[in-house]
């Protein structure tokens, strides 16, 4: 027996501090309703969880960006649609113009009404507003093109040529149309009679006639196909190892490349690679829709080595704007964001700025101008509810997210209290425990008292 140390009682003191330090947690947890509360708690825990909060709270603010494009849309719309109706009664206006019945007087008060018309058109154009941005009127320009094209651009592959015949200046011109199950289509023709497989590596580019993508093709060593993607830009490595020049071959060029992308649809999108049924050694790239194109003219220009290749229409009006006049924040990450054309609705561009019906030919012209100006209405109410069709959508998406990272973030950070209330009691038994246990090692002292006082 000893007395200068209670060893018993130093142990029951050090079980008690670590079992009033598992209380203190259980009751924190259950206090707080998180298991982890510092990053001493699970420290890996926290930093996936905190992360978790991270894309949960932008995918918050996400919603209401989303809500707020779908209410700025509506805000158009609406204005829109009361354009339409002044278009419409402009068209009867100018239909009663045209007619040969009316005298200069008639036509002065039709003409009268057609300005107020044109005036309120401007007006709800310059001052539709959501949140202070005007909404009809684009801050980048709306381009009416009449020309729509599909080009083959980049460095040929070594053999590869453009069928075509040789014109003045280095431009080459003929009518390429493919036709398949659909109907005629515009067309590019990449010739591949001459590719060398021991010196074929080289690149060409395709690029939509109606939107931004833009794919490359590029012919590597190796047998493995890949795929990069940089925005609208789409990398397709072919590996032309072992690859030959006979149509009959499972390893013929022109079939690597329609395997390797994604047999002859990029992007599943709608620029097509095909082999010409009529000329197994030509590479066929077109538009895929039944597009009523009466004439095709193909060109090629040198540059620096390099051509470009393409097809365009005779004059056909097609409407684009430039992309990028708003862009809504969808997502926690910079680049998940949707960029937003807003339309440009004044009277001039809705072809009737100018509009005359003091003649019967210039009320003829009249009915012509708000034709179009009510078929360029119509467009850009199509598009703004695309738009908004892909805002909901997205919204969808956004609400899916949120409840999975929500769920996940919860299996990690937060409390089971049925866990916890079970591991308090315990700890409390075991509490009560130890007190008694320091009792009794307190108490071995005694003996030792007795045994000097024999």
Not at 150 to 157: A, F, I, K, Y
Not at 192 to 206: E, V
């Amino acid at each position: 027996m000893v007395i200068s140390h209670n060893i018993a009682s130093i142990n029951s003191v050090r079980m008690q501090y670590n079992n009033l330090t598992n209380i203190n947690k259980n009751l924190e947890r259950l206090s707080s309703g998180f298991r982890i509360n510092r990053s001493g708690d699970d420290a890996a825990g926290l930093a996936i969880s905190e992360m978790m909060r991270w894309q949960i709270n932008g995918l918050d603010q996400a919603s209401l960006n989303a809500k707020d494009g779908i209410g700025l849309i509506q805000t158009a719309e609406g204005a829109m649609s009361e354009i339409h109706n002044m278009l419409q009664r402009g068209t009867v206006l100018a239909e009663d113009a045209a007619n040969g019945v009316q005298n200069t007087t008639s036509r002065q008060a039709i003409q009268k009404e057609l300005d107020m018309i044109i005036q309120e058109i401007d007006r709800i154009s310059e001052n539709t507003v959501f949140n202070d941005v005007k909404v009809l009127k684009g801050t980048k320009e709306i381009q009416t093109s009449t020309d729509s094209t599909v080009s083959v651009e980049g460095d040929l592959p070594p053999g590869c040529h453009f069928d075509a015949e040789t014109e003045a200046a280095n431009h080459l011109s003929s009518t390429n149309i493919f036709t398949d199950s659909k109907g005629q289509h515009y067309a590019s023709y990449l010739n591949f009679s001459g590719w060398n497989p021991n010196n074929g590596k080289g690149a060409f580019n395709c690029t939509c006639c109606t939107c931004k993508t833009h794919y490359t093709i590029n012919l590597v060593d190796g047998n493995k196909n890949t795929t990069e993607k940089s925005g609208q830009h789409f990398i397709y490595n072919i590996g032309i190892s072992g690859a030959n020049n006979d149509p009959s071959s499972p390893d013929y060029i022109l079939k690597r490349i329609i395997a390797g992308t994604k047999n002859g649809n990029p992007n599943d999108h709608f620029t097509v690679l095909k082999i010409d049924p009529n000329n197994p050694n030509q590479l066929v790239i077109f538009d895929n829709r039944n597009i009523d194109i009466p004439q095709i003219q193909a060109y090629l220009r040198a540059e620096n080595g390099k051509v470009n290749v393409g097809v365009a229409t005779e004059p056909k009006t097609v409407v684009t704007a430039t992309p990028g006049d708003i862009a809504l924040q969808l997502g926690p990450e910079s680049d998940d964001m949707l960029e937003i054309d807003l339309p440009n609705m004044s009277s001039s561009k809705c072809s009737v700025g100018n509009v005359s019906v003091m003649t019967q030919d210039g009320a003829s012209r009249a009915i012509n101008s708000f034709k179009k100006g009510i078929n360029f209405v119509s467009l850009e109410r199509a598009r703004l509810g695309a738009y908004q069709n892909r805002l909901e959508h997205a919204l969808n998406r956004i609400a899916v997210n949120h409840e999975n990272l929500t769920y996940a973030e919860s299996r990690i950070r937060d409390t089971d209290m049925a866990k916890e209330m079970s591991s308090l009691t315990k700890n409390n038994i075991i509490q009560q425990a130890a007190r008694s246990m320091l009792a009794q090692a307190n108490q071995t002292t005694d003996s030792v008292i007795r045994l000097l006082n024999v």
